[in-house]
T-cell receptor, first 112, second 115 residues
Framework: GENVEQHPSTLSVQEGDSAVIKCTYSDSASNYFPWYKQELGKRPQLIIDIRSNVGEKKDQRIAVTLNKTAKHFSLHITETQPEDSAVYFCAATPSSGYALNFGKGTSLLVTP | GAVVSQHPSWVICKSGTSVKIECRSLDFQATTMFWYRQFPKQSLMLMATSNEGSKATYEQGVEKDKFLINHASLTLSTLTVTSAHPEDSSFYIC???????????FGPGTRLTVT
């Protein structure tokens, strides 16, 4: 089945710096790659997503890039703020169905 | 739009008892719903895919006789944890499939504690 690897597992940055989280996937037929932010005890919140026919997508301080050849995609957060501190999960949709396979998550800490 | 609710938000039960968790799509019809389990400091693990009017599809390693899923209508799916044990204590999250492939709307989750 689809395997999604996510790195790093923890990331600490100073406020105002950029943060980058990377994921790789195994199923070349995957075509939907969302990123979720989850705060403690709450539901995952979709922050940005990208489909396989697009190489890059940006929404204010958040951007996602996709390299289909290398089968990896990355989340970029610029001008980080303390409220960006949370766990971030990448995911990919396998060709076999509609369910999402999640990466193991990255705990991001933004220090003032 | 695309609001998914779960009930209860938290539940404590005794070992050996059964617990039912409801997942509802409030403002749209969901042919497909998903059930995930999340242990502390871990990722979401898909347990099963629930399709309205048919049997759920369980992921490898998930006991279908222990985690009973019913999706009797386009707005409601239920997960029943039967004969619960302390190791079943976890955060259970449902989601409903959106229009596009892969899009999912998550419920707020249910914290289950088995004593």
């Amino acid at each position: 089945g689809e395997n999604v690897e996510q790195h790093p597992s923890t990331l600490s940055v100073q406020e105002g710096d950029s943060a980058v989280i990377k994921c790789t996937y195994s199923d070349s037929a995957s075509n939907y790659f969302p990123w979720y932010k989850q705060e403690l005890g709450k539901r995952p919140q979709l922050i940005i997503d990208i489909r396989s026919n697009v190489g890059e997508k940006k929404d204010q301080r958040i951007a996602v890039t996709l390299n289909k050849t290398a089968k990896h995609f990355s989340l970029h957060i610029t001008e980080t703020q303390p409220e960006d501190s949370a766990v971030y999960f990448c995911a990919a949709t396998p060709s076999s169905g509609y369910a999402l396979n999640f990466g193991k998550g990255t705990s991001l800490l933004v220090t003032p | 739009g695309a609001v998914v609710s779960q009930h209860p938000s938290w539940v404590i039960c005794k070992s050996g008892t059964s617990v039912k968790i409801e997942c509802r799509s409030l403002d749209f019809q969901a042919t497909t719903m998903f059930w995930y389990r999340q242990f502390p400091k871990q990722s979401l693990m898909l347990m099963a895919t629930s399709n309205e009017g048919s049997k759920a599809t369980y992921e490898q390693g998930v006991e279908k006789d222990k985690f009973l899923i019913n999706h009797a209508s386009l707005t409601l799916s239920t997960l029943t944890v039967t004969s619960a044990h302390p190791e079943d204590s976890s955060f259970y999250i449902c989601s409903a499939g959106g229009q596009g492939r892969g899009e999912q709307y998550f419920g707020p989750g249910t914290r289950l504690t088995v004593t």
